[in-house]
């Protein structure tokens, strides 16, 4: 059975009844803001989007969306950069199911290190309340003061402190889910340890929706650090900046909480149109590493080590020069200037943007052979080359020539991403690191996985979802 391509009043209103008529929108200047996505790559619209209260609204929900064949797009904070969040334009309509009322923290365990919480919550909120008991929930993301845990958990977010704790899949112990047939799935366990047959748990986490939908789940809390220091570091190439973090790595192993690599490029632009960001340097440096050293012992074991780190590295003629932040609102800045990078480029025109990852050992090859690739395309493109060096996750990035037109240098998305994609390929890496796929790269998921591995996937959406109602052409082909 597919989805209907038809979505009438009398089922509009029975869809509706569920919610109550005021979290069932309708009019097109109500519904806007969730179907537009901030990189404004999506173009589609809805009919309806509800805004469920409760799990056993979702479950009445999709009850009924799987008895009449209607697609259900599941959204958190919508700010999802793969188009896994919003309708397809080209596809028949399709309800989306917002979960920012379910928005409730249910449990926190200090001494157990867990906290329950509904999947509307805001990230910026869990982080504040683990933090309120003394605890640290380290998932951390440029988006993080409106994206919700349940998108972070449905697309495993990744972030600037994977070096450390790992992706949001590591972050997690429990699940609630509600199925497409309405029936909910409640396994908000606290143990670390249990070892009971298939984990269910990892299907549902990066599925994007495409499964059923993560209404609760409990999280992993961890120790708060005593100490944390923050620096910058002005290098000459990757190879410099790998170097400096094989080094960072072996003098502080888990307490190298972050590695960032930002290109010259990117700072420039931050400097340029970010409110309170400027290079800390006074002499420019061709690359950035942002490094970040927690101490569970004390503020001056964080600062000993970093002072360690650099010095021995600018003695040794591997960094150019350092700053090391002084206090918390310098090295908050400092983190300014990393997590801005994005929204810097936008008003440099058009941006074609990858999120990739390979080997860390491979970075400074990729990145050496990837910019004659885009260049022969694109002349004179701009490589804005920043992210996780640390875990291996680039955030390709490639702004339009000075002066160019905008379409038609966005015109060359395709091809431009067929031969960065490819490169990141030859090394064993990842076409997408931490965004997920979405619609975007849904087609080359399938181009570039094994058959048995897509054989596999479709299986088991066919057996949770028969009905095909679940976020339908996202990750996987419509069939």
Same mark, same amino acid.
Request: hydrophobic share 45%; net charge negative; aromatic share 6%.
């Given at each position: 059975?597919?989805?209907?391509?038809?979505?009438?009043?009398?089922?509009?209103?029975?869809?509706?009844?569920?919610?109550?008529?005021?979290?069932?929108?309708?009019?097109?200047?109500?519904?806007?803001?969730?179907?537009?996505?901030?990189?404004?790559?999506?173009?589609?619209?809805?009919?309806?989007?509800?805004? %469920? !209260?409760?799990?056993?609204?979702?479950?009445?929900?999709?009850?009924?969306?799987?008895?009449?064949?209607?697609?259900?797009?599941?959204?958190?904070?919508?700010?999802?950069?793969?188009?896994?969040?919003?309708?397809?334009?080209?596809?028949?309509?399709?309800?989306?199911?917002?979960?920012?009322?379910?928005?409730?923290?249910?449990?926190?365990?200090?001494?157990?290190?867990?906290?329950?919480?509904?999947?509307?919550?805001?990230?910026?909120?869990?982080?504040?309340?683990?933090?309120?008991?003394?605890?640290?929930?380290?998932?951390?993301? !440029?988006?993080? !003061?409106?994206?919700?845990?349940? !998108?972070?958990?449905?697309?495993?977010?990744?972030?600037?402190?994977?070096?450390?704790?790992?992706?949001?899949?590591?972050?997690?112990?429990?699940?609630?889910?509600?199925? %497409?047939?309405?029936?909910?799935?409640?396994?908000?366990?606290?143990?670390?340890?249990?070892?009971?047959?298939?984990?269910?748990?990892?299907?549902?986490?990066?599925?994007? $929706?495409?499964?059923?939908?993560?209404?609760?789940?409990?999280?992993?809390?961890?120790?708060?650090?005593?100490?944390?220091?923050?620096?910058?570091?002005?290098?000459?190439?990757?190879?410099?900046?790998?170097?400096?973090?094989?080094?960072?790595?072996?003098?502080?192993?888990?307490?190298?909480?972050?590695?960032?690599?930002?290109?010259?490029?990117?700072?420039?632009?931050?400097?340029?149109?970010?409110?309170?960001?400027?290079?800390?340097?006074?002499?420019?440096?061709?690359?950035?590493?942002?490094?970040?050293?927690?101490?569970?012992?004390?503020?001056?074991?964080?600062?000993?080590?970093?002072?360690?780190?650099?010095?021995?590295?600018?003695?040794?003629?591997?960094?150019?020069?350092?700053?090391?932040?002084?206090?918390?609102?310098?090295?908050?800045?400092?983190?300014?200037?990393?997590?801005?990078?994005?929204?810097?480029?936008?008003?440099?025109? $058009?941006?074609?943007?990858?999120?990739?990852?390979?080997?860390?050992?491979?970075? %400074?090859?990729?990145?050496?052979?990837?910019?004659?690739?885009?260049?022969?395309?694109?002349?004179?493109?701009?490589?804005?080359?920043?992210?996780?060096?640390?875990?291996?996750?680039?955030?390709?990035?490639?702004?339009?020539?000075?002066?160019?037109?905008?379409?038609?240098?966005?015109?060359?998305?395709?091809?431009?991403?067929?031969?960065?994609?490819?490169?990141?390929?030859?090394? $064993?890496?990842?076409?997408?690191?931490?965004?997920?796929?979405?619609?975007?790269?849904?087609?080359?998921?399938?181009?570039?996985?094994?058959?048995?591995?897509?054989?596999?996937?479709?299986?088991?959406?066919?057996?949770?979802?028969?009905?095909?109602?679940?976020? %339908?052409?996202?990750?996987?082909?419509?069939?």
């Amino acid at each position: 059975m597919s989805f209907s391509p038809s979505l009438t009043a009398s089922l509009i209103e029975r869809f509706a009844a569920i919610v109550g008529p005021g979290n069932a929108l309708t009019e097109p200047s109500d519904t806007q803001g969730f179907t537009q996505e901030h990189r404004e790559l999506y173009h589609a619209s809805t009919p309806l989007v509800l805004r %469920p !209260g409760t799990t056993q609204e979702v479950a009445e929900i999709l009850k009924v969306a799987t008895e009449t064949g209607i697609a259900i797009i599941p959204q958190g904070g919508n700010t999802g950069l793969t188009g896994g969040q919003v309708p397809l334009a080209d596809g028949p309509p399709a309800i989306i199911l917002s979960l920012t009322r379910m928005n409730r923290i249910l449990d926190i365990d200090a001494v157990g290190g867990t906290m329950t919480v509904e999947a509307g919550v805001v990230l910026q909120t869990i982080q504040e309340a683990a933090a309120d008991v003394g605890k640290l929930f380290p998932l951390s993301l !440029g988006a993080e !003061g409106s994206c919700q845990i349940g !998108g972070n958990l449905s697309t495993n977010a990744g972030g600037t402190a994977v070096l450390a704790y790992g992706n949001t899949r590591q972050l997690c112990l429990g699940l609630e889910v509600v199925l %497409p047939t309405g029936e909910v799935w409640t396994a908000l366990r606290k143990l670390k340890k249990d070892n009971t047959g298939y984990d269910l748990r990892d299907l549902f986490i990066g599925a994007e $929706g495409t499964l059923g939908v993560i209404t609760a789940a409990v999280l992993k809390l961890f120790p708060m650090p005593a100490g944390r220091q923050v620096a910058i570091a002005g290098l000459k190439s990757p190879e410099a900046t790998l170097e400096l973090f094989r080094r960072a790595e072996t003098l502080a192993g888990g307490a190298l909480t972050a590695f960032e690599l930002m290109a010259r490029i990117g700072v420039e632009f931050t400097a340029r149109h970010i409110d309170g960001v400027r290079d800390p340097f006074a002499e420019p440096h061709g690359w950035y590493a942002l490094i970040e050293i927690s101490s569970n012992l004390s503020e001056e074991a964080a600062r000993d080590q970093m002072e360690h780190l650099l010095s021995a590295a600018l003695e040794d003629g591997i960094a150019e020069d350092a700053v090391l932040a002084q206090n918390e609102t310098q090295a908050r800045d400092f983190w300014h200037m990393r997590e801005a990078l994005s929204w810097a480029q936008k008003p440099e025109g $058009g941006s074609i943007k990858h999120d990739i990852s390979v080997p860390v050992a491979a970075i %400074p090859t990729f990145l050496a052979q990837a910019e004659p690739l885009v260049q022969e395309v694109v002349p004179g493109a701009r490589i804005v080359a920043f992210g996780h060096l640390g875990d291996g996750n680039i955030h390709y990035n490639i702004s339009q020539p000075v002066g160019a037109d905008r379409e038609a240098f966005l015109a060359h998305w395709d091809a431009v991403s067929a031969k960065v994609h490819a490169l990141a390929l030859s090394f $064993g890496g990842s076409i997408s690191a931490e965004h997920g796929i979405g619609q975007m790269k849904r087609d080359e998921l399938a181009a570039i996985r094994a058959p048995i591995e897509i054989d596999l996937m479709q299986r088991i959406k066919a057996a949770f979802d028969p009905a095909g109602i679940m976020n %339908p052409g996202k990750v996987l082909r419509t069939s």
